[in-house]
C-alpha cells in the first residue's frame, strides 16, 4: 500500500489544531486576504506568507511592519511617526506605504494561487543567520510513531527560507544552539521535540491512516519555544545521513524507511544478505 503524502499546509494546520497538545505549538495561521493580512499586521510586525500546497520553500515571503520617526523642526512640535510595510522575497525587498499597495504586490506574485498567513517567529539566529529545526518521526518496524533525528537548516545569508535546496546549510543541534542555551537546556529541548514529533505524527494519523513518515519544521524563539512552522509529509532523509557523527543514527532511519517501502535495500546490502 503506498505511503500516504498529503500537500495542503491547510488540511494539515487544522487536523493538527484538534489537539490541544499539539495546537499550543502552532502559530496562528489564516487563509490569505486582504482582510485576513490587515488582522494579522495589526498583531505582528513580522507576517510571513507561503503558498498552500508547495515544495523548497518556493513563493514564500515575509512582511515587515515598519515605523519612522521623522523629526519636526518646528519648536515644541511633536516628532511624527509614519508606517510603511517591507515585503521581502528571495533576496529582494520592497517598502509599500499602504496596506492596499502591499496586497496588490502581494496578489500579483500569488496569483489566483491559495495562499496562508502564519504570526511571524522572532527566531534565534546563528552567526547572523536565521535557522530553523527539522525533526524527522518515522513508523518503526513495530508500527509505532518514533522521533529519529533533529538537524539544524542555516538559512543562506540574505535569504528568508532555510531550505538546503535554497542554499541554506545543515548544522547539528548542539551547534545552533551553544550560543543561546546551556547543555541542560539543549537535552530538555530535545526531549520535548522527540515527544512533539511523535504527538504530531499521532494526530496527523487520524485523518492520514497510511502515513509512514514526517518532518516537522521548527522556529525557536528567543525563549527557546519551539514552534511548528510546517509538517511535511514526504521529509528528506539524506541530510542526516551526512551530519551525524554516529553513523547508527542514520542507519536506523534507513532501516526505518526501507522497512515501510520509502527506499529500496542498498545493493551492496542485498548482495551481503544474498551470501549469508
Known amino acids: 500500500m503506498a505511503i ?14 484538534r489537539n490541544r497538545q499539539v495546537a499550543r505549538y502552532i502559530p496562528i ?4 486576504s486582504r482582510a485576513a493580512l490587515g488582522e494579522m499586521l495589526d498583531q505582528r510586525s513580522l507576517v510571513y506568507i507561503k503558498p498552500d500546497i508547495g515544495t523548497y520553500g518556493n513563493g514564500v515571503m515575509c512582511v515587515e511592519r515598519l515605523h519612522e520617526v521623522k523629526k519636526n523642526i518646528e519648536q515644541d512640535a511633536p516628532d511624527s511617526i509614519s508606517e510603511h510595510y517591507r515585503l521581502h522575497y528571495v533576496t529582494s525587498s520592497e517598502d509599500y506605504h499602504s496596506l492596499n499597495d502591499l496586497h496588490g504586490a502581494i496578489r500579483s506574485r500569488t496569483q489566483q494561487k491559495t495562499y496562508l498567513l502564519q504570526h511571524g517567529i522572532s527566531k534565534l539566529k546563528y552567526r547572523n543567520r536565521s535557522f530553523d529545526l527539522r525533526v524527522l518521526t518515522q513508523k518503526n518496524p513495530s508500527g509505532n510513531w518514533e522521533t529519529t533525528g533533529i538537524i539544524g537548516r542555516v538559512a543562506a545569508k540574505n535569504k528568508i527560507i532555510t531550505n538546503y535546496h535554497s542554499g541554506g546549510s545543515i548544522q547539528m543541534l548542539d551547534e545552533v544552539l ?11 529541548l530535545e526531549k520535548e521535540l522527540y515527544n512533539l514529533g ?3 505524527a499521532q494526530q496527523l494519523q487520524k485523518d492520514y491512516p ?3 513518515e514526517i518532518g516537522l519544521d521548527i522556529a ?4 527557546l519555544y519551539p514552534w511548528i512552522l510546517e509538517v511535511n509529509t514526504l521529509p528528506a532523509i539524506f541530510p542526516f545521513k551526512k551530519f551525524f557523527k554516529d553513523k547508527s543514527v542514520y542507519r536506523r532511519i534507513e532501516r526505518y524507511a526501507i522497512a515501510y517501502g520509502r527506499i529500496t535495500v542498498p545493493a551492496k546490502a542485498g548482495r551481503s544478505k544474498s551470501k549469508a
Not at 4 to 17: E, G, M, P
Not at 178 to 188: G, L, V
Open 29 to 32: 495561521t489564516l487563509k490569505y
Open 198 to 200: 511523535e504527538k504530531t
Open 220 to 223: 525557536l524563539d528567543t525563549d
Open 178 to 188: 551553544k550560543e543561546h542555551a546551556s547543555q541542560e537546556q539543549i537535552n530538555e
Open 210 to 212: 497510511r502515513l509512514k
Open 4 to 17: 500516504q503524502r498529503v500537500s495542503s499546509k491547510w488540511a494539515k494546520t487544522n487536523v493538527l489544531l
